[in-house]
């Protein structure tokens, strides 16, 4: 996975590891900016140089066996364009992006740059992007998520998960729009009145675990619900901004 360093522990590539982990997949950590970050805001963020992520990328595909891609933050455009280039060389490995924008204090990660080179190259090759709601209004042009979802999918994108923890109410619904002719919703029970920090890194990082060891996209859904869930029921209290998942519970697979 491609993402980038939260100093409060609680989002970004520390999620990613965690998460995959517990799922019971292997990690891959190459990180592609470091930030100025606790568990209430971003206040700041620098990419790593595309060249160094480069060369970590070729070297482990030298040795390691890929099975699946996850992307969270990704610094800036340069670096966009070192992901799209291995992953034209490893065309069946599934993509999962995590269009990571804003973080939900409000603080930026990723200028207009890297969302227009998101938009126009990155996408086409995902198997599945997982924006939220105030992500999927900015990336799909539209407040109606199902047109926005519809727009993104015209950027040659498999499939949309439509993640609802930003709203309100005693349910979370997720919504998978793909080329089907009627989108799919998950229905998960909301846990608490306010958000989690590094929820949406989780998810999308456990559906990448679920995808490397060989579950469906809608199964590796389900699956990743369910754990976010669990972890979420033991968030951690890590400083005075928003809880943490506990990604270091026990999972029963």
Known sequence: MLSGLDPSGGAG???DIQAITSIGAHPLPVLTCLTVQDTRNVYGAEPVSPDLIKQQLECLAQDTPIHAIKTGALGNAEVVEVLVEFVQKHSGVPLIVDPVIKA???????????VAAMKDKLFARAEMITPNGVELAQLGGSDNPAEAARNLLQTGCESVLATGGHGSGIH???TLYNHAPEPMEWEVERVGA???HGTGCTLAAAIAAGRAMGLSPRAAISQAQNYVHRALLHA???GQGQKVPDRGILWER
């Open 194 to 196: 306010n958000e989690y």
């Open 104 to 114: 939900a204090g409000g603080g930026d990660l990723a200028d207009d740059a890297l």
């Open 13 to 15: 590539i520390q999620a």
């Open 236 to 238: 951690l209290t890590v």
């Open 172 to 174: 979370i619904i997720n």
